[in-house]
């Protein structure tokens, strides 16, 4: 099989490139059911995969020095229902019976995906090609209104300085949920 080169990517495809690169977030949790308000430190690491038809996003947040949540987010592009579509895979170990959809609006992807434990909402601001803002929200079942989560401004970072900085505090593999990351396969590429 061979790989689509980006040429030959459809706008759509294009736009997901958005998300590719190493950044690092500053965060503010909400209180919600599942933890206490605060703060937090992000790193996400987003590749393009089979040459830009998808983007693979490694999440890990942080509270308190400690590894508090994870994800691997596959972002892609459903050409027949023309929805961007992220199927996410978390250190709560739910998984997705369907994956999240949405659409741009200008510079802002908005996805939204349903299940019987309620529904959420993710929404990316580009503010240029270094800087974004995510919104995180949840509505419970029966509920019609939304509840933030988590928010966040993402800045790009090299891969190697974040590299470093997870070396030098100490996370050579990081543990969430009992899975172990190993740095190496995470930021070495």
Known sequence: MNAAS?????????????????????????????????TA???????????GLFVVQRYRQRRDGTISFGSHNVFGFDQ????????QFDSMGFVPATPATGIWNGA?????????????????IFDGDDTYRMRL???????????????GVYRRVSPTLLSLAL?????????????QWNREELYDR
Do not use: C
């Open 80 to 87: 027949q229902r023309k929805l961007v579509t992220m199927h």
């Open 6 to 38: 980006f040429s030959s990517l459809s706008a759509d495809h294009q736009r997901l490139q958005a998300l590719v690169g190493a950044w690092r977030g500053e965060e503010d949790v909400a209180a919600t059911q599942w933890t206490d308000a605060g």
């Open 137 to 151: 929200q949840f509505k419970p079942p029966g509920s019609d209104v939304w509840q933030d989560m988590v928010s």
């Open 108 to 124: 802002e992807l908005v996805l939204e995906r349903s299940s019987p434990r309620g529904s959420a909402r993710v929404t990316y």
């Open 167 to 179: 070396e030098a505090a100490g996370d050579t593999a990081g543990d969430i949920g009992g899975n």
């Open 41 to 51: 430190t992000s790193e996400v690491l987003a590749e393009a995969q089979f040459g």
